[in-house]
């Protein structure tokens, strides 16, 4: 089992950064992989960003390089650093943890997920 609390959300202005957290328990954090989702209203859940076991990242086109996925496996935490934001990065951000096959972009394949952190960007 692995439960999972993000953090680090907000309001910030458009051209601003955050750093989202998803802090893990349990103690199979370091074998799992880890992805952020969003999701805005009216629309599907979406992929961000994934960082594998051995610390690989993907990221979906429209955060590159402006977004940073990262992790600390002593603090069981991982982070999404989101800079250049703009107002059509408005989502609630989830991360979630997938331990079987390799790093996914489906949300289906990830087998828990935190509650979700709201990040508004203003224009």
């Known amino acids: 089992q692995v439960q999972l609390v993000e953090s680090g959300g907000g309001l910030v202005q458009a051209g601003g950064s955050l750093r989202l957290s998803c802090a893990a328990s349990?103690?199979?954090?370091?074998?799992?992989?880890i992805g952020w989702f969003r999701q805005a209203p009216g629309k599907d859940r979406e992929f961000v960003a994934t960082?594998?076991?051995?610390?690989?990242?993907y990221y979906t086109d429209s955060v590159k390089g402006r977004f940073t996925i990262s992790r600390d496996n002593a603090k069981n935490t991982a982070y999404l650093q989101m800079n250049s934001l703009k107002p059509e990065d408005t989502a609630v951000y989830y991360c979630?943890?997938?331990?079987?096959?390799?790093?996914?972009?489906?949300?289906?394949?990830?087998?828990?997920w935190g509650q979700g952190t709201q990040v508004t960007v203003s224009s």
């Open positions: 960082i594998s076991r051995s610390g690989s990242s």
């Open positions: 349990g103690r199979t954090f370091s074998s799992s992989h």
């Open positions: 979630a943890a997938d331990r079987i096959g390799p790093p996914a972009t489906s949300a289906g394949a990830y087998d828990y």
